[in-house]
Every structure is written in C-alpha cells, then in structure tokens.
C-alpha cells in the first residue's frame, strides 16, 4: 500500500488580503485659489442649489461672508484652533445633517497660526521672526487641519489666495498663496487643485473661468478616474459643474 503523502497547504502572504482594486472616490475633495475678489465664496455657496452637496457649512476664516448676505447657507466663525475643533466635532457626527464643507481660507488660516505662534513666546528676542522650529509647529499643524476635515464622509472645498512662484523652465507661476513646506505639500493632498480666474468679454461683463488642468503657468490638477478625461476649464463655474466634470452622479 502506498503511503500518502501530506498535502502541504499553500503558504499565502498575510498581505494578499489587503489588496483590492482601486475604486472611484465617493467624495470630492478640492482647492480652489484666486485673488480677493474673484468669487471663491459665492463659488463655494454654490453648493447649495445642489442635492449632492446640499446643505453646506462654510468655516469663515476670511471674514469675506458678506457675499454670502441674503442666501440660505450656514456660516461657521472661526477665529481660533478651538473653534476649528468645534466644528470638526459637528461636521464628524454621524448624525451631521451637512453634505460638504467649504474651508475659506487655508491661506488666513495659515497666517493666524503663524500668528499664534509669535504671540505665544512673550520671551522672543524678535516678536515678528518665525524660528525654524516654528516653521515645523505651524507645518503640522496644517497637515493635521487639512487631512482631517479631507477625510470626512462629504465633498470639502478648501479656498486659497493666489501667489507666485518661480519654477524652472516655466517661469513664474500662479500657486496657492501658502508659506514655507506646505505651499508645496498642500496641492498633493487634494485630489483637485483649480484656478479661478476672471475675464473680461467683449461686452464689458466679467466671466469666471475655473481652470482645472494643462495650464502650465498654473499650479492647477484633478485627478479622474482611469479613462475618464474632463475638460481644461469650466466656463461661470458652480459647484454642481465641477461636480458633474468630476464624474461625480446624483
């Protein structure tokens, strides 16, 4: 009689399991930057007219809500890390009746941070010099703000101000308008980087351009979905258009 052999069970990598095929975001998550003036809150109340989106809390940092006078949309004040956390708390509630967030702005935020910093270390030989270490606090503290109202189970739209940067080759171009490490860190985060600009038609009026991709003096991207290929521009941009641009369904 023939011995069996033993069956040896194959050796599988604990790792396999965690593989997977990558799946299309179910949130949109955006930076839009431009200078004073050029609509990015009335942009970012857009929102509201949108079932996805809809209803949406704007965190004002900026202090520019006045253009947001007469609509329906929710103001949150932010003037303090506090305040911040306070509406994280709201907006991370499984009960949260808000579909999206607008940020406006990381660029004030950024600036109040830095502010806080100073005015913290009363034993500073210069009270307007930024030490190295600061540069580090004020860094982190920016990664943590982004990313944690990044991942929240809705659409978020950070604002910027626009700013310069000089980049071989290119020339001087339009950034979001950020200092030190994270001027360059921020656009990786996000998954959408669009420039709003204003144009002047020939009939005197003023029309939006929001520009999304292959503009080299512009530090714009959006990332899609394999396959899918999206247009340069929106023209009188709203929520609802760079929503359906994005592949984003009802």
Not at 47 to 58: C, K, M, Q
Not at 74 to 100: G, H, M, Q
Request: charged share 25%; with cysteine; glycine share 6%.
């Amino acid at each position: 009689m023939a011995l069996k052999r033993p069956v040896r069970k194959a050796h599988v990598p604990s790792g396999l399991a965690k593989i997977h095929k990558a799946e299309e975001s179910t949130y949109c998550n955006a930076l839009i930057f431009a200078p004073h003036g050029h609509g990015k809150t009335h942009l970012l109340a857009t929102a509201n007219e949108d079932e996805r989106t809809s209803p949406i809390l704007v965190l004002n940092f900026e202090g520019g809500t006045h253009t947001l006078a007469g609509s329906d949309v929710d103001v949150f004040d932010v003037r303090t890390w506090a305040e911040y956390d306070e509406a994280y708390e709201i907006l991370s509630d499984p009960n949260c009746k808000y579909r999206s967030t607008g940020l406006d702005s990381i660029s004030e935020t950024q600036i109040f941070g830095m502010l806080n910093i100073l005015d913290k270390d009363a034993k500073r030989v210069d009270p307007d010099l930024m030490a190295q270490q600061d540069w580090g606090v004020i860094l982190v503290q920016m990664r943590r703000l982004v990313r944690h109202f990044r991942d929240l189970p809705m659409h978020v739209f950070f604002t910027a101000l626009a700013g310069e940067s000089v980049v071989p080759r290119l020339g001087t171009i339009k950034v979001p308008l950020l200092q030190g490490a994270f001027q360059k860190e921020l656009p990786g985060i996000v998954d959408v980087v669009a420039y709003l600009a204003n144009e002047d038609a020939d009939d005197d009026t003023v029309h939006r351009l929001l520009l999304l991709h292959s503009y080299p003096k512009f530090q714009v991207k959006a990332r899609t979905p394999w396959g899918v290929r999206i247009p340069t521009e929106i023209e009188d941009p709203s929520i609802t258009d760079l929503l359906d641009v994005l592949g984003f369904k009802s």
